[in-house]
């Protein structure tokens, strides 16, 4: 009984369903110079999913948001991986702050895909900064306080409250 590898072709995996098709043969002979021959197809099928690995989760400031990275990719059967990107954004309930998730989905020739996410974690840790800072002033009892128009920014928040207290020393 021999065995024999006759032939190996390349299959098209999203239309065939299969990488490489490949025809063996078994020969038996007898003492008689006999032949008989066994022929069979073995499919070689692809349905690992890739590997993708997203970079790593991140907490920021707002200001230092880092740009989109790329993920590490292997497949050991397609050289081609298709990578699609797509970003979402969670609000915190504080302004400024909030989460930012980065996913990646590779998909390979043979349909298989895997999805890998990175968090962006942006957070607002800085107090915000006034325009003016006011003065000091003496007034006459019963005249009215003067009329002082406040701004501030903020590096995260476009628009800042601000609210006026007065206490009496």
């Known amino acids: 009984l021999e065995f024999v590898d006759v032939a190996m072709r390349a299959g098209n995996c999203p239309v065939d369903g299969y990488l490489f098709l490949m ?8 003492k008689c110079g006999n032949k008989a021959e066994f022929h069979f197809f073995v499919k070689i099928k692809d349905t690992n999913k890739p590997i993708v690995t997203a970079p790593k989760d991140v907490t920021v400031d707002c200001e230092n948001i880092p740009s989109v990275g790329t993920p590490m990719l292997f497949d050991a059967c397609d050289d081609n991986v298709n990578v699609t990107y797509s970003e979402s954004s969670t609000l915190s309930s504080c302004k400024g702050s909030y989460v930012i998730t980065r996913t990646w989905t590779a998909t390979d020739n043979c349909g298989n895909s895997a999805k890998a996410t990175q968090l962006v974690t942006v957070i607002d840790n800085k107090a915000p900064s006034f325009g003016l800072s006011p003065i000091d002033i003496t007034i006459n009892d019963g005249d009215a306080l003067p009329n002082i128009t406040m ?3 903020d590096n995260c928040d476009t628009k800042v409250d601000i609210t006026t207290t007065m206490d009496t020393i």
């Open 23 to 30: 025809h063996c043969k078994y020969v038996a002979t007898d």
């Open 151 to 153: 701004t501030a920014t």
